[in-house]
């Protein structure tokens, strides 16, 4: 079983476009991340969500919108996607609300590249 | 707001040898937490090693083992008997007691060689 599980694993997509990436947990962990990871491998928080609702949103364009339907997913929209959105889109989870001492269970990542 | 540094961007080690990789951090805070974690060419981020600020003692998880320094804000990760499947990118990690996030450095992109 796969813990922490993110479809698609690879999206190319061109420029102006819309598409979404989903997330899935079934360790039972009250919080869940999105993190960009971009082409020099810097990995930078842009949400956090316990259960639906919004906890860390940080300087992120208006183009991206996070969707909490329950605590198990957490599903990452973009809208009109730009050249510099390529990247690497990692979730990940951690056991407790609004804290990450435990440390982060990652999915394998979304690799979303932008033409 | 916390810095995580990590000053090596690319390290080698021969196969069965012992690296460190090394990682400073800033923070204000006195209770808080530090990862290490190994993104090997797959892609996919693994935790390999946690340590709490309060406990003295280093944590080690079978050949990965830790040196924390509290008073010089150092946290470096040693690997003996370095293996071929160690070869990866090493992310350093901090996190505030309540922060309910994590702040990664850079990365240390480590080569085993046979």
């Known amino acids: 079983d796969t813990a922490v599980s993110q479809t698609p694993k690879y999206l190319v997509t061109q420029m102006g476009n819309d598409k979404s990436i989903k997330c899935e947990q079934n360790?039972?962990?009250?919080?869940m991340y999105w993190y960009k990871q971009d082409s020099k491998k810097f990995l930078k928080i842009m949400f956090s969500?316990?259960?639906?609702?919004?906890?860390i949103n940080e300087t992120v364009p208006n183009r991206f919108s996070p969707k909490s339907p329950d605590k198990a997913h957490l599903n990452l929209h973009i809208n009109s996607l730009e050249l510099g959105d390529s990247a690497v889109y990692f979730c990940?989870?951690?056991?407790?609300?609004?804290?990450?001492?435990?440390?982060?269970?990652f999915g394998s990542g979304t690799r979303l590249t932008v033409v | 707001a916390q810095t995580v540094t990590q000053s090596q961007p690319e390290m080698s080690v021969q196969e069965a040898e012992t690296v460190t990789l090394s990682c400073t951090y800033d923070?204000?805070?006195?209770?808080?937490?530090l990862f290490w974690y190994k993104q090997p060419p797959s892609r996919q981020m693994i935790l390999v090693i946690r340590?709490?600020?309060?406990?003295?003692q280093n944590a080690t998880e079978n050949r990965f083992s830790v040196n924390f320094q509290k008073a010089a804000k150092s946290f470096s990760l040693k690997i003996s008997d370095s293996q071929l499947g160690d070869t990866a990118m090493y992310f350093c990690?901090?996190?505030?007691?309540?922060?309910?996030?994590?702040?990664f450095g850079d990365g240390t992109t480590l080569t085993v060689k046979p």
């Open positions: 990940a989870s951690s056991q407790e609300v609004g804290f990450s001492g435990y440390g982060y269970t």
């Open positions: 969500y316990n259960n639906k609702e919004l906890i």
């Open positions: 923070t204000s805070e006195n209770n808080y937490y």
């Open positions: 360790l039972g962990h009250d919080t």
């Open positions: 340590q709490e600020a309060y406990k003295q």
């Open positions: 990690a901090f996190a505030g007691a309540n922060a309910g996030k994590s702040t």
